[in-house]
């Protein structure tokens, strides 16, 4: 690395820093002598003679009218700078593009939040996950750290779309929708149970998402995404069979409508919407997200609910998976999140080895 003369094309500060770099590198390391140096390489229409220090030198460099034009040179490079949206999954070039706009407004001296904000926002897409999922939560945005931790927030937001593996979470419980095809209720429907399960996604607690109803072709190259105010139904991935919220038969302990699993077809019945919890979205413009907090309904209006009250069956508890008619509240809530294919493989794996084990012994 040779050192290099100002020339006001560089941060004046940085430039200083590769400077006494240099310097610590050829074992020049006091502080007068590198000081010395540096004034050197300041051409003669910046006068630093007089600089008796670092801050002096830097100061008055800046105040040279070659630096107000290196900011705005800076400030135009800020406006044309561009993410690329297609990299997002990419970690190396998420951080390089964050870093280098933290460097840009560095470089510029744009130290006001709202300043920063707006080019930020400049930079995504308006059309991406990103840039939706930030403006939603603008309220709570009051730093730049706040607006990098919501910008790494959005990164696990990914489009639901038809044919999806998904889990539903009950957020106030933490436990997973789910169904065991083999159990059945010992009263009502006598179809297999839902109830909210483990606090963590296993193939029972896996569904599919579908616009019609049937499975939906799975070898489509580029599904529809699911929208917010548009129907569709959930099919077990297990048993194939359709999430039922049926007011003909009454849950077993409250007494509410009873949630089960059918192979019923063609039943309006089984159609959900979804309402986006966080603003209260049924505009069909927005797709669902990975992680968003929403709310299920039938074509009844009856709202998907759990909560701690729990049933027996053969000795075994059940957190209750009801419908209702009554007001959303908190135990209506459920987070909805792409289920990995890994996790269905790691299972199926793991059952084979159980079942291999026992037929050996």
């Known amino acids: 690395m040779e050192p290099q003369m100002y020339n006001g094309t560089v941060h004046p500060e940085v430039w200083l820093n590769k400077l006494?770099?240099?310097?610590?590198?050829?074992?020049?390391?006091?502080?007068?002598?590198?000081?010395?140096?540096?004034?050197?390489?300041?051409?003669?229409?910046?006068?630093?003679?007089?600089?008796?220090?670092f801050n002096e030198i830097i100061n008055i460099i800046k105040s040279d009218i070659s630096f107000e034009s290196y900011k705005n040179s800076v400030k135009?490079?800020?406006?044309?700078?561009?993410?690329?949206?297609?990299?997002?999954?990419?970690?190396?070039?998420?951080?390089?593009?964050?870093?280098?706009?933290?460097q840009l407004c560095y470089e510029a001296e744009i130290k006001e939040f709202e300043e920063q904000k707006r080019l930020f926002m400049n930079a995504l897409s308006t059309c991406s996950i990103q840039h939706k999922f930030i403006c939603d939560n603008l309220k709570k945005i009051n730093?730049?750290?706040?607006?990098?931790k919501f910008f790494d927030q959005s990164l696990l937001k990914e489009k639901i779309f038809n044919g999806s593996y998904i889990a539903l979470k009950h957020v106030a419980t933490g436990k997973y929708l789910?169904?065991?095809?083999?159990?059945?209720?010992q009263e009502g429907s006598k179809c297999p149970i839902v109830f909210s399960g483990q606090t963590f996604p296993v193939l029972n607690s896996t569904w599919i998402i579908s616009t019609i109803d049937k499975l939906p072709n799975m070898h489509i190259s580029e599904p529809d995404p699911v929208f917010y105010g548009n129907t569709f139904y959930l099919f077990h991935k297990a048993t194939g069979k359709k999430l039922d919220i049926d007011k003909s038969y009454k849950s077993p302990v409250t007494q509410n409508t009873e949630v089960s699993i059918t192979s019923f077809k063609n039943e309006i019945r089984f159609q959900l919407i979804a309402t986006n919890s966080a603003n209260n979205n049924t505009d069909n413009n927005d797709c669902i997200l990975s992680k968003d907090i929403i709310t299920l309904k039938n074509s009844e209006n009856c709202i998907l609910r759990s909560h701690e009250i729990t049933f027996t069956i053969d000795d075994k508890t059940y957190q209750e998976v009801i419908g209702h008619n009554g007001r959303i509240g908190g135990n209506d809530e459920w987070c909805i999140e792409l289920v990995d294919d890994d996790i269905l493989t790691v299972e199926s794996i793991d059952k084979n080895i159980s079942k291999i084990v026992i037929t050996v012994l």
């Open 20 to 53: 006494k770099l240099f310097c610590y590198q050829k074992n020049i390391t006091v502080d007068e002598n590198v000081l010395r140096f540096c004034k050197t390489l300041v051409h003669p229409s910046i006068n630093v003679t007089e600089a008796k220090t």
């Open 76 to 102: 135009r490079k800020l406006k044309r700078l561009k993410f690329d949206n297609n990299k997002f999954k990419n970690e190396e070039e998420i951080l390089k593009n964050l870093n280098e706009f933290q």
């Open 143 to 148: 730093s730049i750290g706040e607006l990098f």
């Open 178 to 185: 789910s169904c065991c095809g083999d159990i059945k209720y």
